[in-house]
């Protein structure tokens, strides 16, 4: 499933080690087919949209230097990720344990 750009842009970020400029972020973004465009300049939706999103209080995104961005709070986001395997296994165990 495409996500959208921000979206994408978070999981992206989440498993970089140091902040990334926007290009890198579209880039592995259209590599592991998280997002899908026609436009000729993603790149630049995703660089306006995060510099939109940063001037929220609650944006989980800064800007480090210009055109490069990270996440305030990567942990935030592997525990998320952490959270959902455990509750697709805690559903598989479910399932087999119904068919008991």
Same mark, same amino acid.
């Given at each position: 499933?495409?996500?959208?750009?921000?979206?994408?842009?978070?999981? @992206?970020?989440?498993?970089? #080690?140091?902040?990334?400029? !926007? &290009?890198?972020?579209?880039?592995?973004?259209?590599?592991? +087919?998280?997002?899908?465009?026609?436009?000729?300049?993603?790149?630049?939706?995703?660089?306006?949209?995060?510099? @939109?999103?940063?001037?929220? #209080?609650?944006?989980?995104? !800064? &800007?480090?230097?210009?055109?490069?961005?990270?996440?305030? +709070?990567?942990?935030?986001?592997?525990?998320?990720?952490?959270?959902?395997?455990?509750?697709?296994?805690?559903?598989?165990?479910?399932?087999?344990?119904?068919?008991?």
């Amino acid at each position: 499933m495409k996500k959208s750009f921000k979206s994408a842009t978070k999981d @992206v970020l989440k498993d970089a #080690e140091e902040p990334l400029h !926007y &290009r890198d972020i579209t880039e592995k973004s259209l590599k592991n +087919n998280l997002i899908e465009t026609n436009g000729k300049t993603p790149w630049a939706t995703i660089n306006v949209q995060l510099s @939109v999103d940063i001037g929220n #209080e609650d944006s989980d995104v !800064y &800007r480090s230097k210009p055109g490069f961005y990270s996440l305030k +709070n990567p942990d935030k986001f592997k525990c998320s990720e952490f959270m959902i395997e455990k509750r697709e296994l805690a559903n598989k165990i479910v399932e087999y344990m119904d068919k008991l």
